[in-house]
């Protein structure tokens, strides 16, 4: 048979040519690429940590990708764990046992309202400070009804989930903490401005942390909590660093917690100067102010240039009235849409049918919920020893106190911690009452009955003032009971209520003897130094009552420098046990959180970590304001 060469032998040769090629270049690109890689690795071992943790983020991008998870609007994500988060989120260690976290958009609050069903913008949401705020500027507001005016207005480069308790980024992207505690660092988002469309750069957190640190701005408590700050630095318009003396447990909460504000709306020669801007109050935040009507209230208005989602409300208002009754009566009128009722104005109207069909009753714990006491200022000669301070706490039947006086809404606690939270040395018991004990304390104390029935010391008779606010029926009832207490173990006790403002410079000054006050949590786990450590007696801090023991400050300062949560929990209870013991307050009570809200407005349910009006709504139809 004839042999030819046929088109079937000619395509087979084609193929067999085709074959020959590819896998000669395979094998060419397979060296290529082993080259490339041997280079990749060798420009790798030169990079900084910084740049590898970020070719680490692009990879955890890339994976999240394939795995189908997408970088979407922001919200609450239940049952996320691991690396990668649902909408393209990022939390997870760093190569040297840092974090690092990355939100492509802005967190919303859990409940955000914005997808319900009967959802709409418009309406006001009209509130009572109580009293009047004696400054808004950022910084040196001191008074809470000051700090709850300035919610809307002012943000911050992080923001914690008021479920979760999870530190999120906000006007930051990102944050990055290296594995030794000591260097932090914040990357703006690139959308970001002010309320009069200024973009937000890092030149603004420089300013705003410049000004918190000026020894002349009256900011010293906040200022307390950055002294273990060595620098600040920007690396780019969008990228600062924050390096520390020494590790700090709360560094990233205080430093990604700190307001943000204008340079350009800001700026000063002197700080007096800003010391001097009382009631200008700029930022980034959903709202504005639009006027502040002084003695009467303060309007804010939607901020129309905002970077995030679209606020809720037209227009946030902000009450002062003084006058429990008064605040009660203007809520059951509709004038003010949210009410903090007392223990008895509570146990009567929870349970009021006609009253809950117009309004909503609220009785909740927040894992930082305060507590009020009693506060001796140890300059004065009678509160220099924890005998006589400790016999002050005894005479005083706090269980009673929280039955007939509170209402039944509180409890007595033992210490500045509180119970249901972690800090808490739970083996520690509240002051018992035993007023006999009490006397012979006194006693031992070296106290004697002169010829009034006055107690007295080396010379000095045993009476003081009490210092306490003006205007709360509770406050005067316990008051009274406080005087006829210690009366009865011969201390002469004078009561001198006073406004807010005159009551704080007293305080500031510290023009008083003892004082009647609440102090409120500022988060799950508190760093209780700004209060109680000897740093913070002078120059307008917290420790206003002159509180000076050197192992207090030293488990205060091992506890906030301890990065292991085991090991800084024993020192808190260590440091608690100390305080307890020295009573240099009378730890009075600490109660759960009442609220009444106008039944117009809708998902107004407390978070565990607090209350946010901003979250509400009103449905279209129920809206009293046009």
Same mark, same amino acid.
């Given at each position: 048979?004839?042999?030819?060469?046929?088109?079937?032998?000619?395509?087979?040769?084609?193929?067999?040519?085709?074959?020959?090629?590819?896998?000669?270049?395979?094998?060419?690109?397979?060296?290529?690429?082993?080259?490339?890689?041997?280079?990749?690795?060798?420009?790798?071992?030169?990079?900084?940590?910084?740049?590898?943790?970020?070719?680490?983020?692009?990879?955890?991008?890339?994976?999240?990708?394939?795995?189908?998870? *997408?970088?979407?609007?922001?919200?609450?994500?239940?049952?996320?764990?691991?690396?990668?988060?649902?909408?393209?989120?990022?939390?997870?260690?760093?190569?040297?046992?840092?974090?690092?976290?990355?939100?492509?958009?802005?967190?919303?609050?859990?409940?955000?309202?914005?997808?319900?069903? @009967?959802?709409?913008?418009?309406?006001?949401?009209?509130?009572?400070?109580?009293?009047?705020?004696?400054?808004? *500027?950022?910084?040196?507001?001191?008074?809470?009804?000051?700090?709850?005016?300035?919610?809307?207005?002012?943000?911050?480069? *992080?923001?914690?989930?008021?479920?979760?308790?999870?530190?999120?980024?906000?006007?930051?992207?990102?944050?990055?903490?290296?594995?030794?505690?000591? *260097?932090?660092?914040?990357?703006? $988002?690139?959308?970001?401005?002010?309320?009069?469309?200024?973009?937000?750069?890092?030149?603004?957190?420089?300013?705003?942390?410049?000004?918190?640190?000026?020894?002349?701005?009256?900011?010293?408590?906040?200022?307390?909590?950055?002294?273990?700050?060595?620098?600040?630095?920007?690396?780019?318009?969008?990228?600062?660093?924050?390096?520390?003396?020494?590790?700090?447990?709360?560094?990233?909460?205080?430093?990604?917690?700190?307001?943000?504000?204008?340079?350009?709306?800001?700026?000063?020669?002197?700080?007096?100067?800003?010391?001097?801007?009382?009631?200008?109050?700029?930022?980034?935040?959903?709202? $504005?102010?639009?006027?502040?009507?002084?003695?009467?209230? &303060?309007?804010?208005?939607?901020?129309?240039?905002?970077?995030?989602?679209?606020?809720?409300?037209?227009?946030?208002?902000?009450?002062?009235?003084?006058?429990?009754?008064?605040?009660?009566?203007?809520?059951?009128?509709?004038?003010?849409?949210?009410?903090?009722?007392?223990?008895?104005?509570?146990?009567?109207?929870?349970?009021?049918?006609?009253?809950?069909?117009?309004?909503?009753?609220?009785?909740?714990?927040?894992?930082?919920?305060?507590?009020?006491?009693?506060?001796?200022?140890?300059?004065?000669?009678?509160?220099?020893?924890?005998?006589?301070?400790?016999?002050?706490?005894?005479?005083?039947?706090?269980?009673?106190?929280?039955?007939?006086?509170?209402?039944?809404?509180?409890?007595?606690?033992?210490?500045?911690?509180?119970?249901?939270?972690?800090?808490?040395?739970?083996?520690?018991?509240?002051?018992?009452?035993?007023?006999?004990?009490?006397?012979?304390?006194?006693?031992?104390?070296?106290?004697?009955?002169?010829?009034?029935?006055?107690?007295? $010391?080396?010379?000095?008779?045993?009476?003081?003032?009490?210092?306490?606010?003006?205007?709360?029926?509770?406050?005067?009832?316990?008051?009274?009971?406080?005087?006829?207490?210690?009366?009865?173990?011969?201390?002469?006790?004078? &009561?001198?209520?006073?406004?807010?403002?005159?009551?704080?410079?007293?305080?500031?000054?510290? @023009?008083?003897?003892?004082?009647?006050?609440?102090?409120?949590?500022?988060?799950?786990?508190?760093?209780?130094?700004? &209060?109680?450590?000897?740093?913070?007696?002078?120059?307008?801090?917290?420790?206003?009552?002159?509180?000076?023991?050197?192992?207090?400050?030293?488990?205060?300062?091992?506890?906030?420098?301890?990065?292991?949560?085991?090991?800084?929990?024993?020192?808190?209870?260590?440091?608690?046990?100390?305080?307890?013991?020295?009573?240099?307050?009378?730890?009075?009570?600490?109660?759960?959180?009442?609220?009444?809200?106008?039944?117009?407005?809708?998902?107004?349910?407390?978070?565990?970590?607090?209350?946010?009006?901003?979250?509400?709504?009103?449905?279209?139809?129920?809206?009293?304001?046009?």
């Amino acid at each position: 048979m004839e042999s030819r060469f046929t088109f079937k032998d000619f395509v087979f040769v084609v193929l067999f040519v085709v074959v020959i090629g590819a896998v000669v270049w395979a094998s060419w690109q397979f060296s290529y690429q082993e080259q490339r890689l041997n280079d990749v690795k060798a420009a790798l071992g030169q990079l900084d940590q910084t740049q590898k943790q970020q070719l680490g983020v692009l990879s955890d991008i890339r994976n999240a990708l394939k795995s189908g998870v *997408t970088i979407g609007r922001g919200g609450p994500e239940n049952g996320v764990a691991g690396t990668q988060e649902a909408r393209g989120r990022i939390r997870r260690k760093t190569e040297d046992g840092g974090i690092y976290v990355y939100y492509p958009e802005a967190p919303l609050m859990p409940r955000d309202p914005v997808n319900q069903p @009967d959802y709409a913008t418009g309406d006001w949401v009209v509130q009572d400070l109580g009293t009047e705020p004696k400054v808004l *500027t950022p910084y040196c507001t001191k008074d809470y009804s000051g700090q709850l005016a300035q919610v809307p207005v002012l943000e911050s480069m *992080t923001s914690m989930n008021p479920e979760t308790f999870e530190l999120e980024p906000y006007l930051a992207e990102s944050y990055t903490v290296s594995g030794d505690g000591l *260097t932090i660092r914040f990357t703006l $988002r690139s959308n970001i401005c002010f309320s009069d469309g200024h973009p937000i750069t890092t030149d603004d957190v420089m300013f705003s942390y410049n000004t918190v640190m000026n020894p002349v701005v009256d900011c010293a408590p906040l200022r307390s909590y950055f002294s273990n700050v060595e620098s600040a630095k920007a690396i780019d318009e969008r990228t600062v660093e924050f390096k520390m003396k020494e590790p700090y447990f709360l560094a990233v909460d205080y430093i990604g917690g700190m307001s943000i504000i204008p340079k350009h709306i800001y700026n000063y020669k002197d700080p007096e100067e800003y010391n001097r801007m009382g009631g200008v109050l700029v930022a980034s935040g959903p709202y $504005r102010v639009e006027k502040w009507d002084r003695g009467q209230q &303060i309007v804010m208005v939607r901020n129309d240039k905002y970077w995030g989602e679209r606020p809720t409300f037209d227009r946030v208002v902000f009450k002062f009235i003084s006058n429990e009754q008064a605040g009660f009566q203007a809520f059951q009128n509709g004038e003010i849409d949210r009410f903090e009722p007392d223990g008895e104005q509570y146990a009567q109207f929870s349970k009021d049918e006609s009253f809950l069909k117009k309004f909503k009753a609220y009785k909740y714990l927040r894992v930082n919920s305060g507590y009020g006491f009693v506060g001796y200022n140890e300059r004065r000669p009678m509160f220099k020893d924890k005998e006589t301070r400790r016999a002050l706490g005894m005479l005083i039947d706090t269980q009673a106190v929280c039955l007939n006086l509170l209402k039944g809404m509180g409890f007595p606690t033992a210490g500045p911690f509180r119970e249901i939270g972690p800090q808490a040395n739970t083996a520690l018991k509240p002051l018992a009452y035993d007023p006999e004990g009490a006397k012979k304390l006194l006693a031992q104390a070296g106290w004697k009955p002169g010829t009034d029935g006055v107690l007295a $010391r080396d010379g000095v008779k045993f009476e003081f003032d009490l210092t306490t606010g003006a205007g709360s029926p509770m406050v005067d009832r316990l008051s009274n009971y406080l005087k006829n207490q210690f009366e009865s173990a011969g201390i002469r006790m004078r &009561i001198t209520p006073w406004e807010f403002a005159v009551m704080q410079k007293r305080i500031d000054d510290r @023009d008083f003897d003892a004082v009647f006050m609440s102090w409120m949590g500022s988060g799950p786990e508190d760093d209780p130094t700004q &209060i109680w450590h000897s740093k913070s007696m002078e120059n307008k801090g917290s420790n206003f009552i002159g509180f000076n023991n050197k192992e207090s400050d030293q488990l205060l300062e091992e506890a906030r420098t301890t990065m292991d949560r085991e090991k800084r929990l024993a020192l808190w209870h260590k440091w608690e046990t100390l305080i307890v013991e020295e009573q240099p307050y009378t730890f009075m009570y600490s109660r759960p959180d009442r609220m009444f809200v106008n039944g117009r407005m809708k998902n107004t349910d407390p978070y565990k970590l607090d209350v946010y009006p901003l979250d509400w709504y009103v449905p279209t139809a129920a809206q009293k304001y046009k």
